[in-house]
């Protein structure tokens, strides 16, 4: 089966820019998640669908972020404007819940500058 | 809430010796574990996880984690290194919260495998 896809892989954008990440979950996955690695840090939790609902988006850090996740399948977060401390690595995962971890996709790595 | 606790940001271990890369957790619920690798350039990858059942555990690559409730850990080994071997690599606990998982990462370990 496909695995999580993410894309871009890179991205370098100028801090006050509109920068949109995007995720494709493997197929029939109904939880999605959002992480985000900032350099030498943890990899922290961001925001989790259900299906189209977001379930739990404590760890967004401000409204600059926006997720959506449209019909269910995909998912976007959007950061806008995009600050210098934005910088960092953009997992997603899904997982068709239950007992079983997470599958990760490969990342998107964003710098700001 | 749970946390993790990984020892050592950097492991660097010679090729053919023991790897052991160490990781606390806490959880006031039983938690499932799991231990996470990142290759350079690429995403996560499970390595291995612990639901219930059997302590020890297998995952992939010959790497093993033994699950001690006692000492609250979850430490990673394999017998023998290998150059491939060297990545990043993390710890994480997972508790049902609300009716679902959520996970939450150590800050990770590095290993160096030295020829």
């Known amino acids: 089966e496909a695995g999580v896809t993410q894309f871009p892989s890179h991205s370098v954008i100028e801090k006050g820019q509109t920068v949109t990440l995007r995720c494709d979950p493997i197929?029939?996955?109904?939880?999605l998640y959002w992480y985000r690695r900032v350099m030498g840090k943890e990899i922290k939790f961001l925001l989790h669908?259900?299906?189209?609902?977001?379930?739990?988006e404590s760890g967004m850090p401000n409204n600059r972020f926006l997720a959506e996740r449209t019909g269910g399948t995909y998912s976007t977060l959007k950061v806008q404007p995009a600050e210098l401390e934005d910088s960092g690595v953009y997992f997603c995962a899904s997982s068709p819940g239950g007992n079983y971890g997470y599958t990760f996709g490969s990342g998107t790595r964003l710098t700001v500058v | 809430a749970q946390s993790v606790t990984q020892l050592g940001s950097h492991v660097s271990v010679s090729e053919g010796a023991l790897v052991l890369l160490r990781c606390n957790y806490s959880s006031s619920v039983p938690p499932y574990l799991f231990w996470y690798v990142q290759y350079p350039n690429q995403g996560l990858q499970l390595l291995l996880k612990y639901t219930t059942g059997a302590t020890l555990v297998k995952g992939i690559n010959g790497f093993e984690a033994e699950f001690k409730k006692s000492e609250t850990s979850f430490h990673l080994t394999k017998p023998s290194a290998h150059m491939s071997d060297a990545a990043e690599y993390f710890c994480a606990v997972s508790v049902r919260t609300g009716g679902y998982q959520k996970v939450t990462f150590g800050t990770g370990t590095k290993l160096q495998v030295i020829p």
């Open positions: 197929s029939g996955h109904d939880n």
């Open positions: 669908f259900v299906k189209e609902s977001k379930q739990d």
